[in-house]
């Protein structure tokens, strides 16, 4: 019986302390903490007129790297090769950010050895963990090390661009996988949490120029054709194991996809629960026998949060590259939150109604600079604002996307005076609602926080309040029917389209997973909002990233959790 990891552990337990593979590879680098990467945010990101990137030149003179130079070249040229290939069929102008870079980088060197000498490779990582025994994971000990590496996985925040790193993989992958060690898949298979991530991502693998399919479950053969290179994407749900009687709709049982299949997992730290462990299984029946698996997640801390779970070894010696929300926040991007302390331990009605008019307010604002600065906004690709919510409860008394979809009601149903008289005490500071130190939450500060913009160009509420009526739900003040109107679009899966009185224009939508509870509750809660039914309209979720859309508002619940491809900014 093999021996296992035994952990002194002094403090509170993280994974990120005990990321032996990335850790390896970052020492071949100089780097040796991988808190280190943050000394390459400075770098540039373009290559130079010799066709290098900056990150080359960086790596090449720090203290510490054993790479030589003819070797790091060629990663260095398989990178820009690799990410000149992903970008060229997309219409935004991209570069490659340092982290991203050292992500592809880390896979290079890890392939490099791994399909040239994978024995003298797995020696060299087990020599060095040895070595570092004592250093290494916060007072964790090792007697057992490495035996066999057939997934690599990558910790990255949502945001960071691990769609990308996917699609590159792929191409990385094919690359290093020939001689003698070469693994001679059947085929390959990006397994996603849901069938709208399966959609989101076959749109990206057109995009780079990967063949892929989508699992259809005809009965003369799973997919349309056998490429053995083309990826075959389909949803977690949709694979059964053997002993399993039945799956969900139209399933596929695992064992006649082969057992050395090349894997690319969405979601990675799905699984790692006793609830979810069906699902591993599953994946991993897919490479038993030879086979290989990249697997992506931002939340793997998450999903494991002790030394004693079965998959805290697993992950410990698979997590390749680490840049998880720290790092990525640490950069400078993800949700910059701002919390409103009140002295109150209790909100009333009024209150709620005034912080959410306020945020529809902060929405508008970024709508006038958007179209003020939209020239240069486009610059960083950045699209048109999106206003999001994503709730918490849908279909109970006290639902969270009720409560949006009665204030939105309320705006636009309120006598108009009361409304801009709410909205000059918001932007006056003056609304009753304080804050420890019992001044207004709304208070004018400096540098301005609160509506710079409304603030500074001393916008009269009059034209704010218009111009929400007519950039935001396409209607007017002087339109006599402005109610609220939920349209159930019957063809979709999930979704209730959203419209101001008699506008024919969609001004958001409500896209959830019991929507049939939910239009029930609204009939029950808000009998005065009302439900019509359309049986032609085609899915308002796939138009919010068109140019032209119409859509300003999506009210949303925990089905986003999974990760959605936007580049339109949420207020």
Not at 81 to 105: C, D, G, I, V
Request: charged share 25%; no cysteine; proline share 3%.
């Amino acid at each position: 019986m093999p021996a296992k990891i035994k952990v002194k552990q002094p403090g509170k337990f993280r994974l990120e302390d005990h990321l032996l593979l990335a850790r390896f590879i970052a020492n071949k680098l100089g780097i040796s903490k991988l808190s280190e990467i943050k000394d390459f945010r400075d770098v540039p990101e373009e290559f130079d007129a010799e066709g290098r990137s900056h990150m080359f030149h960086a790596i090449l003179i720090r203290p510490g790297n054993t790479i030589p130079e003819d070797k790091l070249k060629e990663y260095d040229e398989n990178i820009r090769r690799h990410f000149e290939n992903w970008k060229k069929r997309r219409k935004r102008k991209f570069t490659l950010k340092y982290f991203q870079y050292l992500a592809l980088l880390f896979t290079e060197i890890f392939f490099d050895n791994y399909f040239n000498n994978p024995t003298r490779f797995l020696e060299e990582i087990n020599n060095w963990i040895l070595q570092k025994a004592k250093e290494l994971g916060s007072g964790i000990t090792y007697d057992d090390v490495f035996g066999n590496i057939n997934k690599i996985a990558y910790w990255m925040a949502t945001g960071s661009g691990k769609t990308m790193i996917m699609n590159i993989n792929y191409w990385q992958f094919l690359h290093y996988n020939k001689g003698p060690h070469k693994i001679n898949y059947e085929n390959i298979i990006l397994i996603t949490p849901s069938d709208e991530m399966t959609n989101q991502h076959l749109e990206e693998l057109k995009a780079s120029g990967i063949p892929a399919i989508q699992f259809q479950g005809d009965t003369a053969g799973y997919f349309t054709y056998e490429d053995r290179n083309t990826v075959k994407v389909l949803s977690i749900h949709k694979l059964k194991l053997p002993e399993d009687k039945k799956g969900e709709g139209v399933t596929i049982d695992v064992s006649s996809l082969g057992t050395k299949n090349l894997v690319f997992v969405d979601e990675g730290h799905k699984g790692q629960t006793t609830v979810d462990m069906k699902w591993k299984r599953t994946r991993d029946w897919l490479v038993k026998d030879g086979g290989f698996t990249f697997e992506y997640s931002a939340t793997f801390g998450q999903a494991i949060t002790s030394p004693k779970q079965a998959s805290f070894r697993e992950y410990s010696q698979a997590i390749l590259y680490d840049y998880s929300y720290k790092y990525f926040y640490g950069d400078g991007y993800g949700k910059d939150f701002r919390i409103l302390n009140v002295s109150t331990k209790k909100f009333a009605t009024t209150d709620v109604t005034t912080i959410q008019l306020a945020n529809l307010m902060a929405f508008y604002e970024q709508l006038l600079l958007y179209e003020k600065l939209e020239d240069t906004i486009k610059e960083y690709n950045i699209e048109k604002p999106l206003w999001i919510f994503v709730g918490s409860k849908v279909n109970e008394a006290t639902s969270d996307v009720l409560k949006v979809v009665k204030f939105l009601n309320w705006f636009l149903t309120e006598n108009e005076n009361i409304v801009k008289s709410l909205m000059k005490k918001i932007l006056d500071g003056n609304t009753g609602i304080l804050d420890p130190e019992k001044r207004d939450v709304f208070a004018p500060r400096y540098p301005e926080r609160n509506f710079p913009y409304l603030r500074g160009e001393k916008i009269p509420v009059e034209e704010i309040y218009d111009g929400i009526l007519n950039k935001i739900f396409h209607t007017s003040g002087k339109a006599t029917i402005k109610k609220l109107h939920l349209i159930n679009l019957k063809k979709t899966e999930g979704e209730i389209g959203l419209k101001a009185g008699t506008s024919e224009k969609y001004f958001g939508i409500i896209n959830i997973g019991n929507r049939s509870a939910f239009i029930k509750l609204v009939e029950e809660k808000a009998k005065e909002i009302p439900i019509e039914n359309d049986v032609t309209e085609q899915s308002l979720f796939n138009q919010i990233n068109e140019p032209n859309t119409t859509l300003n508002m999506l009210i949303g619940a925990k089905k986003f959790l999974e990760g959605w491809n936007s580049w339109r900014v949420s207020s």
